[in-house]
Protein backbone atom coordinates (compact mmCIF):
# COMPACT_ATOMS: atom_id res chain seq x y z
CA UNK A 1 0.00 0.00 0.00
CA UNK A 2 1.24 3.16 -0.99
CA UNK A 3 1.26 6.53 1.18
CA UNK A 4 -1.39 8.17 -1.24
CA UNK A 5 -3.75 5.39 -1.03
CA UNK A 6 -7.01 5.47 0.41
CA UNK A 7 -7.72 4.17 3.69
CA UNK A 8 -11.19 2.06 3.19
CA UNK A 9 -13.70 -0.27 5.69
CA UNK A 10 -12.55 -1.15 8.98
CA UNK A 11 -8.60 0.16 8.49
CA UNK A 12 -10.18 3.54 8.12
CA UNK A 13 -12.65 3.47 10.76
CA UNK A 14 -9.77 2.15 13.50
CA UNK A 15 -7.41 5.13 12.17
CA UNK A 16 -10.03 7.72 12.24
CA UNK A 17 -11.49 6.97 16.27
CA UNK A 18 -7.67 6.37 17.12
CA UNK A 19 -6.57 9.82 15.12
CA UNK A 20 -9.83 11.71 17.40
CA UNK A 21 -8.51 9.97 20.64
CA UNK A 22 -5.00 11.43 20.35
CA UNK A 23 -6.15 14.83 19.22
CA UNK A 24 -8.82 14.73 22.57
CA UNK A 25 -5.91 13.45 24.69
CA UNK A 26 -3.65 16.68 23.35
CA UNK A 27 -6.57 18.74 23.87
CA UNK A 28 -7.07 17.84 27.32
CA UNK A 29 -3.43 18.08 28.83
CA UNK A 30 -3.57 22.05 26.41
CA UNK A 31 -6.20 23.07 28.48
CA UNK A 32 -4.58 21.78 31.64
CA UNK A 33 -1.63 23.72 31.21
CA UNK A 34 -3.76 27.06 30.55
CA UNK A 35 -5.32 26.38 33.67
CA UNK A 36 -1.66 26.20 35.45
CA UNK A 37 -0.98 29.48 33.43
CA UNK A 38 -4.03 31.16 34.45
CA UNK A 39 -3.66 30.22 38.30
CA UNK A 40 -0.13 31.38 38.21
CA UNK A 41 -1.07 34.85 36.72
CA UNK A 42 -4.15 35.42 39.29
CA UNK A 43 -2.03 34.42 41.83
CA UNK A 44 0.77 37.06 40.86
CA UNK A 45 -1.70 39.81 40.58
CA UNK A 46 -3.54 38.91 43.85
CA UNK A 47 -0.01 39.08 46.23
CA UNK A 48 1.47 41.87 44.44
CA UNK A 49 -2.15 44.09 44.48
CA UNK A 50 -2.23 43.03 48.58
CA UNK A 51 1.12 43.63 48.82
CA UNK A 52 1.50 47.40 47.01
CA UNK A 53 -1.64 48.48 48.35
CA UNK A 54 -0.85 47.32 52.70
CA UNK A 55 1.81 49.28 54.00
CA UNK A 56 2.10 46.55 57.30
CA UNK A 57 2.91 44.15 54.45
CA UNK A 58 7.21 43.99 54.50
CA UNK A 59 8.74 43.92 50.89
CA UNK A 60 9.23 39.57 51.08
CA UNK A 61 5.55 39.38 50.62
CA UNK A 62 6.09 39.71 47.13
CA UNK A 63 8.43 36.31 47.19
CA UNK A 64 5.25 34.31 48.07
CA UNK A 65 3.88 35.22 44.70
CA UNK A 66 7.76 34.08 43.17
CA UNK A 67 7.36 30.86 45.30
CA UNK A 68 3.61 30.05 44.21
CA UNK A 69 4.59 30.97 40.50
CA UNK A 70 7.48 27.88 40.92
CA UNK A 71 5.27 25.74 42.30
CA UNK A 72 3.15 26.32 39.45
CA UNK A 73 5.71 26.25 36.72
CA UNK A 74 6.94 22.92 38.00
CA UNK A 75 3.56 21.20 37.61
CA UNK A 76 2.74 22.88 34.52
CA UNK A 77 5.94 21.45 32.89
CA UNK A 78 4.84 18.12 34.06
CA UNK A 79 1.39 18.74 31.97
CA UNK A 80 3.70 19.74 29.37
CA UNK A 81 5.75 16.83 28.78
CA UNK A 82 2.20 14.65 28.67
CA UNK A 83 0.97 17.54 25.92
CA UNK A 84 4.04 17.07 24.04
CA UNK A 85 3.22 13.27 23.71
CA UNK A 86 0.19 13.59 22.66
CA UNK A 87 0.90 16.17 20.01
CA UNK A 88 4.06 14.25 18.48
CA UNK A 89 1.49 11.82 17.87
CA UNK A 90 -1.07 13.56 16.56
CA UNK A 91 1.68 15.50 14.02
CA UNK A 92 3.26 12.33 13.14
CA UNK A 93 -0.55 10.65 12.00
CA UNK A 94 -0.96 14.19 10.09
CA UNK A 95 2.08 13.89 8.18
CA UNK A 96 1.87 10.08 7.89
CA UNK A 97 -1.92 9.76 7.05
CA UNK A 98 -3.94 12.56 6.89
CA UNK A 99 -1.86 14.84 4.80
CA UNK A 100 -1.30 11.91 1.97
CA UNK A 101 -5.21 11.13 2.15
CA UNK A 102 -5.97 14.72 1.89
CA UNK A 103 -3.77 15.28 -1.12
CA UNK A 104 -4.29 12.12 -3.31
CA UNK A 105 -5.06 12.89 -6.70
CA UNK A 106 -4.49 16.79 -6.19
CA UNK A 107 -1.20 16.71 -7.75
CA UNK A 108 1.09 14.57 -10.05
CA UNK A 109 3.22 12.14 -8.09
CA UNK A 110 4.03 11.92 -4.87
CA UNK A 111 2.49 14.49 -2.85
CA UNK A 112 5.32 16.79 -1.63
CA UNK A 113 6.41 17.22 2.46
CA UNK A 114 4.35 13.44 2.70
CA UNK A 115 6.38 10.37 4.86
CA UNK A 116 7.56 7.72 3.51
CA UNK A 117 5.67 5.01 4.28
CA UNK A 118 8.52 2.74 5.43
CA UNK A 119 9.64 6.00 7.48
CA UNK A 120 6.29 6.50 8.94
CA UNK A 121 6.10 3.00 10.21
CA UNK A 122 9.46 3.58 11.80
CA UNK A 123 8.44 6.84 13.52
CA UNK A 124 5.18 5.12 14.63
CA UNK A 125 6.10 1.84 16.13
CA UNK A 126 8.06 3.85 19.72
CA UNK A 127 4.90 5.81 20.26
CA UNK A 128 2.42 2.50 19.86
CA UNK A 129 1.56 1.56 23.29
CA UNK A 130 3.84 4.79 25.16
CA UNK A 131 1.85 6.39 27.51
CA UNK A 132 5.08 7.98 29.51
CA UNK A 133 6.65 11.15 28.55
CA UNK A 134 10.06 11.57 26.31
CA UNK A 135 10.53 15.08 27.51
CA UNK A 136 12.59 15.64 30.21
CA UNK A 137 10.74 17.53 32.88
CA UNK A 138 13.62 20.26 33.07
CA UNK A 139 13.66 21.03 29.31
CA UNK A 140 9.85 21.56 29.66
CA UNK A 141 10.05 24.12 32.95
CA UNK A 142 12.61 26.28 30.57
CA UNK A 143 10.60 26.22 27.37
CA UNK A 144 7.67 26.85 30.38
CA UNK A 145 9.84 29.66 31.43
CA UNK A 146 10.95 30.77 28.30
CA UNK A 147 7.01 31.38 26.84
CA UNK A 148 5.72 32.93 30.31
CA UNK A 149 6.99 32.30 33.44
CA UNK A 150 10.15 34.38 32.48
CA UNK A 151 8.12 37.49 32.37
CA UNK A 152 5.57 37.03 35.03
CA UNK A 153 9.19 36.58 37.46
CA UNK A 154 9.79 40.18 35.60
CA UNK A 155 6.42 41.75 36.79
CA UNK A 156 7.18 39.97 40.47
CA UNK A 157 10.87 41.78 40.43
CA UNK A 158 9.70 45.01 39.54
CA UNK A 159 7.16 44.79 42.11
CA UNK A 160 9.08 43.77 44.37
CA UNK A 161 11.52 46.93 43.67
CA UNK A 162 8.79 49.45 43.57
CA UNK A 163 7.94 48.11 47.00
CA UNK A 164 11.48 48.54 48.22
CA UNK A 165 11.22 52.21 46.88
CA UNK A 166 7.82 53.57 48.22
CA UNK A 167 7.05 51.93 51.15
CA UNK A 168 7.16 53.44 53.87
CA UNK A 169 8.58 56.58 51.95
CA UNK A 170 9.73 57.18 48.86
CA UNK A 171 13.52 56.05 48.72
CA UNK A 172 15.88 58.99 48.08
CA UNK A 173 18.88 56.64 47.59
CA UNK A 174 20.16 53.41 45.77
CA UNK A 175 21.78 52.80 49.31
CA UNK A 176 18.27 53.67 50.82
CA UNK A 177 16.62 51.09 49.03
CA UNK A 178 19.26 48.14 49.79
CA UNK A 179 18.81 48.19 53.18
CA UNK A 180 15.32 48.07 53.28
CA UNK A 181 16.00 44.52 51.20
CA UNK A 182 17.29 42.80 54.67
CA UNK A 183 15.47 40.05 55.56
CA UNK A 184 16.28 38.15 58.66
CA UNK A 185 19.71 38.12 59.09
CA UNK A 186 20.72 38.74 55.50
CA UNK A 187 21.75 42.38 54.68
CA UNK A 188 19.34 43.73 51.74
CA UNK A 189 22.46 44.27 48.99
CA UNK A 190 22.98 40.42 49.47
CA UNK A 191 19.40 39.63 49.50
CA UNK A 192 19.29 41.90 46.34
CA UNK A 193 22.36 39.62 45.15
CA UNK A 194 20.29 36.61 45.90
CA UNK A 195 17.46 38.00 43.42
CA UNK A 196 19.28 39.25 40.82
CA UNK A 197 21.38 35.86 40.57
CA UNK A 198 17.94 33.79 40.71
CA UNK A 199 16.57 35.95 37.89
CA UNK A 200 19.46 36.07 35.37
CA UNK A 201 19.53 32.37 36.17
CA UNK A 202 16.19 31.78 34.92
CA UNK A 203 16.85 34.12 32.00
CA UNK A 204 20.05 31.91 30.83
CA UNK A 205 17.63 28.40 31.29
CA UNK A 206 14.80 29.70 29.27
CA UNK A 207 17.52 31.28 26.39
CA UNK A 208 19.11 27.78 26.25
CA UNK A 209 17.60 24.98 27.69
CA UNK A 210 14.26 26.10 26.37
CA UNK A 211 15.20 26.41 22.92
CA UNK A 212 13.61 23.77 20.23
CA UNK A 213 15.43 21.27 18.84
CA UNK A 214 15.76 20.84 15.02
CA UNK A 215 14.78 17.39 13.76
CA UNK A 216 17.49 16.84 11.04
CA UNK A 217 15.52 14.96 8.28
CA UNK A 218 12.87 17.90 7.84
CA UNK A 219 14.57 21.12 9.63
CA UNK A 220 11.90 21.20 11.59
CA UNK A 221 11.38 22.01 15.27
CA UNK A 222 9.65 19.88 17.77
Same mark, same amino acid.
Given at each position: ?????????????????????????????????????????? !?????????????????????????????? /??????????????????? /????? /?????????????????????????? !? /????????????????? !????????????????????????????????????? %??????? %???????? !??? %??????? @? @???????????????????
Amino acid at each position: MTSSEPFTGERATILTHYYRAMVSRADTWRMRMDATTNWAIG !ATAAVISFSLGNTAVPHYGVFIASLMTWSF /LLLEARRLTFYHLWQQRVL /LLERG /LVRPALLAGVSDGEPAGVMDPDDFRR !A /LDPHLGRTIPSMPLWKA !AARRLRRVYLYLFAVQLIAWLLKLSSDPTPATALSEI %GARAHVA %GLSGFVVM !ALV %GVGFATA @V @VAAAILGRRDRRPEDGKTR
